[in-house]
């Protein structure tokens, strides 16, 4: 079984982030063969500030490991060190319809808050194709906002095989029960985002537990005492599932603890779980975080493993496309 899945060193991440993708990660690498880039190249879609891209890059690095990516099992790595996903995303990039990428709501989103753009906005989803195809992953584990990005994926592999003989493994996206889409605190019709405009409506994973305790309490809520999910709530139901997402009880058993209490101690103890869930990582990502040459180390090991794995996709795509080979 093999899974791959990347992560942007764009801006502080964020429980979204954690419940979708990097705890699931962790708990893949037990059974799976692993492949975690950190996608620079999608970064770089919207404008970055070289130097914060530089250390945003090995932060993340430190902050997947004290989360528990084990980089002698997992294969982390940075995008930009396998020339071969841009050489696929080139060569996938010449059988994708324009339509298609149009229509992708992170383009519709993006080009929208974003004053200048590159085409790459557009194209950014063929790139992540060609992350997942290169590797022959079988699962994607990802968030809910990714799901028609995983469709292109698998669109885009069944197309390449149809055409030219089998030559792509067809990946599914894989979504966590709890926790695929974590919403914002402040605006709960939102998706939980590093670009969000309210820093207080974002839990980060490396924000101080006072801060965590600040932004839990301020949550917005309704008038209502009563803690159960409903679509006229959607305050309390994103609260609800931080703290299933956290504790791993039910919402359920949440609802049902909390009958006649009100929003106060339930608040109180989703940002208990919350602190509870982040100390050790916080802890382990202050020791790694000033390594930085054990980090490089780090994801040097990986670039050879993944190049190794890449290079002999992207050699079979060039002669089943009728390149002569060099
Ligand atoms: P932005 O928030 O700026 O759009 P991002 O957080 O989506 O960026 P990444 O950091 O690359 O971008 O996302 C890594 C993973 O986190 C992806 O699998 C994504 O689906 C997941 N993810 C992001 N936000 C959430 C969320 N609110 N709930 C659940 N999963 C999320
Ligand atoms: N587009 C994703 C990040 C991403 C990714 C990938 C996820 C890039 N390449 C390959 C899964 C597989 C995002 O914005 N969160």
């Given at each position: ?70 980089p002698e099992r997992a294969t982390l ?70 799901r028609q990005h995983l469709e292109l ?174």
């Amino acid at each position: 079984m093999r899974i791959l899945s990347g992560i942007q060193p764009t801006g502080e991440k964020h429980l979204g982030n954690y419940f979708g993708a990097i705890r699931r990660w962790v708990n893949e690498q037990a059974e799976a063969d692993c492949f975690y880039p950190i996608v620079d190249l999608h970064a770089i879609t919207v404008a970055q500030e070289p130097t914060e891209l530089r250390k945003s890059t090995l932060s993340l690095a430190a902050l997947l490991i004290a989360s528990g990516i084990d980089p002698e099992r997992a294969t982390l790595f940075v995008q930009s060190h396998v020339p071969e996903h841009a050489r696929l995303a080139w060569v996938l990039e010449c059988m994708t319809p324009y339509g298609d990428l149009r229509r992708m709501p992170q383009y519709r989103e993006k080009s929208q808050t974003h004053a200048a753009f590159g085409v790459a906005l557009l194209t950014y989803p063929v790139l992540q194709a060609a992350d997942i195809l290169l590797y022959q992953a079988d699962a994607v584990p990802v968030g809910e906002d990714q799901r028609q990005h995983l469709e292109l994926a698998r669109d885009l592999a069944q197309r390449f095989n149809n055409r030219f003989g089998e030559t792509f493994t067809v990946p599914r996206g894989t979504y966590p029960e709890v926790g695929a889409k974590v919403m914002d605190l402040q605006d709960p019709a939102m998706r939980m985002s590093t670009s969000s405009e309210s820093d207080l409506g974002v839990v980060r994973i490396l924000d101080p537990p006072e801060h965590i305790r600040k932004k839990i309490r301020s949550a917005v809520t309704d008038s209502g005492r009563e803690v159960r999910r409903s679509p006229d709530k959607p305050g309390i139901t994103t609260l609800i599932e931080i703290l299933a997402a956290a504790s791993g009880e039910s919402a359920e058993q949440i609802q049902e603890r909390y009958t006649g209490s009100g929003y106060g101690p339930f608040k109180a103890d989703v940002a208990d779980a919350i602190v509870e869930l982040v100390t050790p990582i916080q802890r382990r990502y202050a020791e790694l975080r000033n390594d930085q040459a054990e980090l490089t180390r780090i994801l040097a090991r990986g670039a050879t493993k993944a190049h190794a794995v890449a290079a002999q996709t992207l050699q079979r795509v060039h002669e089943a496309i009728g390149f002569v080979p060099p």
